[in-house]
């Protein structure tokens, strides 16, 4: 080996680049991580996500401990493809600047977010290509 490539190896990786990072951040924590850091199953951490009732209250705080320590975030995305349900409606409308439309979106946004749903606005103006284009997007 080159004294070049001995050198490149040893400089650090550049700040803001993907492999300058810790390696706990190249990817998201998964359930499997909590379930390691707490000393319990998948299922158990799973159970505990969901709040299920029947998991013991001891293993539930250490649960809860490893998914506070570790920053879990459940992966939206992943529940919704294997649900089969992506919870998310799309409003298309003619035109949001409308007080009726905007009026409208508003409340529909906010309903769908009391029941868990996301909601996503499209304007779409007259035009049936556009319509197209957005309902062609849907599953």
């Avoid at 490149?8 to 909590?34: F, L």
């Avoid at 769908?112 to 062609?136: F, K, N, P, Q, S």
Wanted: with cysteine; glycine share 8%; hydrophobic share 35%.
């Amino acid at each position: 080996m080159d004294k070049g490539t001995e050198a490149a190896r040893a400089e650090p990786p550049a700040a803001g680049t993907r492999a300058a990072q810790p390696t706990s951040r190249r990817r998201p924590v998964s359930v499997k991580d909590v379930a390691a850091r707490a000393g319990v199953s998948w299922k158990t951490v799973s159970n505990v996500v969901h709040g299920k009732t029947h998991v013991k209250p001891a293993l539930r705080q250490r649960v809860e401990q490893a998914i506070e320590e570790l920053d879990y975030r459940p992966n939206l995305a992943g529940r919704q493809l294997r649900q089969g349900s992506s919870k998310a409606l799309v409003l298309a409308l003619p035109d949001i600047r409308s007080p009726y439309f905007s009026t409208l979106a508003h409340e529909v946004i906010r309903s769908c977010r009391a029941l868990g749903y996301t909601a996503t606005v499209e304007e779409i103006g007259m035009d049936i290509a556009d319509e197209r284009r957005v309902l062609g997007g849907l599953p």
